[in-house]
């Protein structure tokens, strides 16, 4: 599996912005789909997984509520909506397919896009 985030960009705290990502392959729906976060010096961490029927999705903490997964079969892709911007959400967003929830991280990685919040 291939895939292209896009979506990121400079947007002011309280704003909103969504990502995406473009999955290749006719494997996309057997897939569990995710989003990850790394900013400058920090650890990489798990945001957000939607299982491969679109039935359930999993947060972390500190974006749910303001933050929201899917997926668009006819499309492939995979969305983040993100609402309600705090500067600490500034990181470079990655989009992962795996197997399953747990082995996400072991996965297929996209090349990142950079998300910038202003105070």
């Known amino acids: 599996v291939q895939l292209q985030a896009y979506g990121g960009g400079l947007v002011q705290a309280g704003g909103s912005l969504r990502l995406s990502c473009a999955a290749s392959?006719?494997?996309?729906?057997?897939?569990?789909m995710g989003w990850f976060r790394q900013a400058p010096g920090k650890e990489r961490e798990f945001l957000a997984t939607i299982t491969w029927s679109g039935d359930y999705s999993y947060y972390r903490d500190s974006v749910k509520g303001r933050f929201t997964i899917s997926r668009d079969y006819a499309k492939n892709t995979v969305n983040l909506q993100m609402n309600n911007l705090k500067p600490e959400d500034t990181a470079v967003y990655y989009c992962?397919?795996?197997?399953?929830?747990?082995?996400?991280?072991?996965?297929?990685w996209g090349q990142g896009t950079q998300v910038t919040v202003s105070s």
């Open positions: 992962v397919a795996g197997r399953t929830a747990a082995t996400l991280a072991s996965g297929f």
């Open positions: 392959g006719r494997t996309f729906s057997s897939y569990f």
